[in-house]
Every structure is written in structure tokens, then in C-alpha cells.
């Protein structure tokens, strides 16, 4: 059974940092997608950032320059470091495995309970 723990969320400031957490159990495909998903208020879910083992990461345009995906995979972990948050950066963010790195949200199977970064100005 694949389970993915997060960490790391919480309130802060706008300029502040967090950092996110997520370590995967059960999982066994290799090389693997994965990464964070967020979703506000009444708006869709986006992917913020992912990565595929090895590869260069994808950051979605607003986090750019911003965020800072890593990983390490002898312990299936993704991290995201989360600097200079702005006020549109409050979302639940959900942790994601996958085979591949979907570009629908639908096609992945096992994810986080999420966890939640609210930034106020």
C-alpha cells in the first residue's frame, strides 16, 4: 500500500519561507514523478513544482525563481522549499507519486492528505 506523508506547511508572512516535506512508502516503480499539486479557494488544482528522478524540475511560472523542488530518492523524499511566499501562494498543497509527471492532476492515483500554507500580507 503506497502512503504519502507531508510535513512542513503552516502561516506565515508574505516574504517568509516554508518548507514542504513529503516521504512515500510502498511505492516501487523506478524512476518515479513526483511533487506538489496546490489548490485555493474556488480555483483548480495546479501543479507548483515536480520532479522526475533525475531530471530537471518543472516549476509552474508564478513559483519560478521562487520555489525549489529536491529530492532524495534512496529515500523516496521531495522536498519543496518555498521562499519570498506572496499572499496568492495560500493553497492546501498535496504531495504526489507517480510513474510519470501527468500533467492532469486525474491521472495520478496516490496522494497526500495535503497540507496547508496560508501566507498573509
Known amino acids: 500500500q503506497v502512503q504519502l506523508a507531508e510535513s512542513g506547511g503552516g502561516s506565515v508572512q508574505a516574504g517568509g519561507s516554508l518548507r514542504l516535506t513529503c516521504v512515500a512508502s510502498g511505492y516501487t516503480d523506478s524512476p518515479y514523478c513526483m511533487g506538489w499539486f496546490r489548490q485555493a479557494p474556488e480555483k483548480v488544482r495546479e501543479w507548483a513544482a515536480r520532479?522526475?528522478?533525475?531530471?530537471?524540475?518543472y516549476y509552474d511560472p508564478s513559483v519560478k525563481g521562487r520555489f525549489v523542488i529536491s529530492e532524495e530518492n534512496d529515500k523516496n523524499t521531495v522536498y519543496l522549499q518555498m521562499n519570498s511566499l506572496k499572499p496568492e501562494d495560500t493553497a492546501m498543497y498535496y504531495c504526489?507519486?507517480?510513474?510519470?509527471?501527468?500533467?492532469?492532476?486525474?491521472?495520478?492515483?496516490?496522494w497526500g492528505q495535503g497540507t496547508q500554507v496560508t501566507v498573509s500580507s
Open positions: 520532479i522526475f528522478t533525475g531530471n530537471t524540475p
Open positions: 504526489v507519486i507517480g510513474k510519470y509527471c501527468y500533467s492532469s492532476s486525474d491521472m495520478f492515483t496516490h
